[in-house]
């Protein structure tokens, strides 16, 4: 904007939105180094206070009171802005906006929350499936390639990037412009340049919401890949030798002895990355805005929460999806426990 008005000649305008922005950008990076100084301080502050509290204790019960130290500030932060906020989005959804009965039959009756529903059943069972089966095939694939390490970042690299910027990315990858305008879309300049008339892929229903789960399945295969490489890697390779000796075939160890042997890890990366799914809001709102039959559940929170200030359905709609997470998340606890118990 400075530059708008030196070119216009207006130098004054320029010189002061320039002080302005300075002013704000030492604000900002002043309120940053106090947050990280009083937030840094504040936990030496409390571990040494309790620590030094505990010495004060009869020497016999200071080992029961002291690893309270570390958990009991992290409880008492869970349930302040855990715990707390729960019970009262229950509340709310049972209480305002019409009561439980209204809210919870908007939640599955109203035509674009049915719409939301089922997308986000789609996300969920597309979403899953890809992540596991395409980071699955990478992680076969890259056991056996000369340089493993460079191989996994590649793959891995997409999950260092937020939802919000892998959003950006692919915006200019499905870009669309009107036939006989230059297209800077990736696709839509391959497709045009074949001889074809642009795709607007955002648009096209209800493929878009396909579309829309790639961006999701790119950053959570290098997650699967990682974790099932490694499992993959646990497998003893006297019950592979084993099974060569005996005759079997690659294909036939690999879906007899390796993946019946991965198949907790398995679990673990289909449940976690099917509750990341189930909160998926950035990439549609970046993308699409829940437009052309795009909306999900946590986008239609939003709108109820912030743009129609509706907070019973709002409400209604985030304690549909604890409900349905909360199962996932136990099952995910006792794989993993079972897990540690066989290892």
Partial sequence: MAAFYDLIGDSATADAIRSEGVRD??????????????????????????NKLVDFAPYRIRPKIR??????????????????????????????????????????????????????????????????????????????VHREAFAKTFVFLPLAISMVGA?????????????????????????????????????????????????????????????????IKGVPAEILE??????????????????PSIKGAMITVATTIFIAILKVFDIVFVMTGGRFKTEVLANSMINQMFKFRNFGRASAIAVVLMLVVTPIIVI????????????
């Fill in 25 to 50: 950008s030492v604000t900002r990076a002043a309120i940053a180094f106090f947050s990280i100084l009083i937030g840094v301080g504040g936990v030496w502050v409390v571990f040494i206070g309790f």
């Fill in 67 to 144: 690893p309270w130290v570390f958990v009991g500030p992290a409880i008492f932060i869970l349930g302040v802005y855990l715990i707390y906020p729960t019970i009262q989005t229950f509340y709310i959804s049972f209480t305002e906006s019409g009561g439980f009965v209204e809210n919870f039959k908007f939640v599955f009756t109203d035509p674009e929350m049915q719409i939301a529903l089922r997308n986000n059943a789609l996300w969920l069972i597309v979403g899953t499936t890809g992540s596991v089966l395409i980071g699955l095939l990478f992680a076969v694939m890259v056991d056996r």
């Fill in 167 to 231: 959003s950006v990315i692919w915006r200019f990858v499905y870009a669309w412009r009107p036939s006989g305008s230059d297209q800077f879309g990736l696709l839509n300049a391959i497709w045009t340049g074949l001889g074809n008339e642009p795709v607007a892929f955002l648009q096209a229903q209800p493929w878009n919401n396909f579309f829309l789960i790639v961006i999701m399945i790119w950053l959570q295969t290098g997650f699967a890949m990682v974790i099932l490489s490694a499992a």
């Fill in 242 to 259: 084993a099974g060569r000796i005996d005759g079997a075939s690659e294909t036939q160890l690999f879906f007899r002895i390796t993946l």
């Fill in 332 to 343: 995910n606890l006792r794989n993993l426990r079972n897990q540690g118990i066989e290892a």
